[in-house]
């Protein structure tokens, strides 16, 4: 991964990129946390949906993801740093991710700009991203639908039987990378009640 390319797209959308966060870190991995748009109802905090259709589309994306981050405590208002699920793999290579300590600027654009880049969505106007509070407590998972934007926030995923279900089966799928079943494996040792 070139994270002088990573820093300059985060840049475009007015994000700063603080660096990479330790692979051994007891968070839950970002492959994992990227499900929470499956999580089931009564392990969802909350949920915002926006029509695609709206003429203000892309700022009510990004007043609705900044609402929905701040009171679900992605981050407090005051210090809006978190993490980014990141692809770290070259090109044409299996997907692997990793966390991203990114914090906001002044001026910012999740939903245009920011999806444009390819890091945080598909597309000026497609957000699709994960991302984690540092501490590992909030999870909010943006995806595109036929005709809407979904927020899904996930809050203490590591107590939502689903996620720690759904654990234990991604580490004895085939494809899920020995970096991601290291991840789980820590994640669930962390984390055991």
Known sequence: MDES??????????????????????????????????????????????????????????????????????????????????????PDEPRVWRWARISLSDQWDIAGTGAATGVLGNGSGLPAFVMLSLDGNTIVRAQQGEKST???????????????QLAVQMSRWPDTTELTKAAIERWLTATAE
């Open 150 to 164: 979904e927020f899904v926030l996930v809050r203490e995923p590591h107590h939502v039987q689903f996620f720690r």
């Open 5 to 90: 390319r990573l820093a300059d797209s985060l840049a475009e959308a007015g994000l700063k990129y603080l660096g990479m966060i330790d692979s051994t870190a007891r968070l839950i991995p970002p492959a994992l946390a990227g499900f929470a748009n499956s999580c089931p109802a009564e392990g969802v905090a909350d949920v915002e949906y926006l029509m695609s259709d709206d003429p203000q589309f892309l700022e009510k994306v990004n007043s609705g993801w900044y609402r929905l981050s701040r009171e679900g405590g992605l981050f407090p208002s005051g210090d809006p740093e978190f993490l980014l699920a990141v692809n770290c793999a070259e």
